[in-house]
């Protein structure tokens, strides 16, 4: 089969899982699940993970080290323009020019559900700024589509809300996003389990994002091994085409032409 690959900002990445780096129990379990969910893009909290900031602290470079995954740098726990403008500017000046973040600027405390006023406008000075933008926000198609005309290279949209592990609640509002979309549609927030992530894949998306889902699990390190088959299989089936739904089963070997 022809090489299938996940381009964002111009780079390829034969995995489409992405995942976080919060919550596990330590660096190793980190590290552990990391690896085995086959992800090259990593995403992690800014304002809460230690990169280098802090020189007496635990760094997680050191257990996702830069010439071996794609670091994705997050404004996770910012509520305005100017608190995640400025948090991906750390990341940049942290991580020596790095361009590839992902922007999310939350409204509520309780849901961590989108802000997407604020997140249109902190994309715009993003990408005036030279940042490669993936951006998290609503599943409100016009949202999504304002977005990609603002520059950003990916748009991620909820399946539900952040850390609920409840699946897509939304698959029509998703499917018309990526139908319409120039850019990678990549789910992100809400997966639960490995059945969900395959959905995701089979609905065409791009990608999925995730973190509570391992990192959540009974066995974060298994757990990231049963996404990264979901990943794949739910791609595979995308690309193959699924049978059509029917009211009535048909024959798998029709009577015609039987010699009794």
Same mark, same amino acid.
């Given at each position: 089969?022809? /090489?299938?690959?996940?381009?964002?900002?111009?780079?390829?990445?034969?995995?489409?899982?992405?995942?976080?780096?919060?919550?596990?129990? !330590?660096?190793?379990?980190?590290?552990?699940?990391?690896?085995?969910?086959?992800?090259?893009?990593?995403?992690?909290?800014?304002?809460?993970?230690?990169?280098?900031?802090?020189?007496?602290?635990?760094?997680?470079?050191?257990?996702?080290?830069?010439?071996?995954?794609? %670091?994705?740098?997050?404004? #996770?726990?910012?509520?305005?323009?100017?608190?995640?403008?400025?948090?991906?500017?750390?990341?940049?000046?942290?991580?020596?020019?790095?361009?590839?973040?992902?922007?999310?600027?939350?409204? !509520?405390?309780?849901?961590?559900?989108?802000?997407?006023? /604020?997140?249109?406008? #902190?994309?715009?000075?993003?990408?005036?700024?030279?940042?490669?933008?993936?951006?998290?926000?609503?599943?409100?198609?016009?949202?999504?589509?304002?977005?990609?005309?603002?520059?950003? &290279?990916?748009?991620?949209?909820?399946?539900?809300?952040?850390?609920?592990?409840?699946?897509?609640?939304?698959?029509?509002?998703?499917?018309?996003?990526?139908?319409?979309?120039?850019?990678?549609?990549?789910?992100? =927030?809400? &997966?639960?389990?490995?059945? $969900?992530?395959?959905?995701?894949?089979?609905?065409?998306?791009?990608?999925?994002?995730?973190?509570? #889902?391992?990192?959540?699990?009974?066995?974060? &390190?298994?757990?990231?091994?049963?996404?990264?088959? #979901?990943?794949?299989?739910?791609?595979? =089936?995308? %690309?193959?085409?699924?049978?059509?739904?029917?009211?009535?089963?048909?024959?798998?070997?029709? %009577? $015609?032409?039987?010699?009794?």
């Amino acid at each position: 089969m022809q /090489q299938d690959t996940l381009t964002i900002a111009g780079k390829e990445y034969s995995s489409r899982l992405l995942v976080g780096t919060g919550k596990y129990k !330590d660096l190793a379990e980190t590290k552990a699940a990391t690896e085995a969910s086959g992800a090259q893009i990593i995403t992690v909290a800014i304002r809460r993970t230690n990169i280098g900031q802090n020189k007496d602290e635990p760094n997680l470079l050191d257990v996702i080290p830069l010439d071996k995954y794609t %670091l994705l740098p997050n404004t #996770a726990g910012c509520y305005n323009v100017e608190d995640a403008v400025r948090t991906c500017r750390l990341a940049r000046e942290l991580l020596n020019g790095h361009k590839l973040v992902k922007l999310e600027v939350l409204g !509520d405390a309780k849901t961590l559900y989108p802000d997407t006023i /604020q997140t249109l406008k #902190a994309a715009e000075i993003l990408v005036k700024d030279g940042f490669d933008v993936m951006v998290y926000t609503s599943d409100d198609p016009l949202i999504a589509r304002q977005l990609e005309d603002i520059g950003c &290279v990916a748009v991620m949209p909820l399946a539900a809300p952040i850390g609920s592990g409840l699946g897509i609640r939304n698959p029509y509002n998703i499917l018309e996003i990526i139908e319409n979309a120039k850019v990678p549609i990549i789910v992100d =927030a809400g &997966v639960g389990t490995a059945s $969900d992530a395959a959905i995701a894949m089979e609905m065409g998306c791009a990608g999925v994002l995730m973190n509570t #889902a391992i990192a959540g699990a009974k066995n974060p &390190v298994l757990m990231a091994s049963a996404m990264k088959k #979901a990943i794949e299989a739910g791609r595979e =089936a995308f %690309l193959a085409g699924r049978m059509p739904r029917k009211r009535y089963a048909s024959a798998s070997s029709p %009577l $015609d032409g039987t010699f009794f």
